[in-house]
């Protein structure tokens, strides 16, 4: 199986609690989230959301789309969200 690593870093000028709410809840992220298509929720992981497993579609400028399911790994509250 192939591995991929994607690393974001974000400017945001928001409070960070709130960025975290938004970013952590991917259920909400077609609402806003103006690439994200779809998101499906297949294992809702722990309280923490580690363990969550989830299929999102994504749809940029090129002209496909692109499905992938994430599980989360690693969840340290407003610090990193790992999957």
């Known amino acids: 199986m192939a591995e991929f690593r994607f690393v974001s870093v974000w400017?945001?000028?928001a409070?960070?609690?709130?960025v975290c709410n938004a970013i952590s809840n991917c259920l909400h992220w077609p609402h806003w989230w103006k690439g994200v298509e779809?998101?499906?929720e297949f294992?809702?992981?722990g309280m923490d959301g580690?363990?969550?497993l989830g299929r999102l579609t994504w749809k940029g400028r090129l002209p496909y789309r692109l499905t992938f399911d994430i599980r989360v790994t690693r969840a340290v509250p407003?610090?990193?969200l790992e999957g």
Do not use: M, R
């Open 43 to 45: 294992d809702p992981g």
């Open 15 to 18: 409070p960070l609690a709130h």
């Open 11 to 13: 400017n945001i000028e």
């Open 50 to 52: 580690v363990g969550s």
């Open 38 to 40: 779809k998101v499906e």
């Open 78 to 80: 407003l610090t990193l």
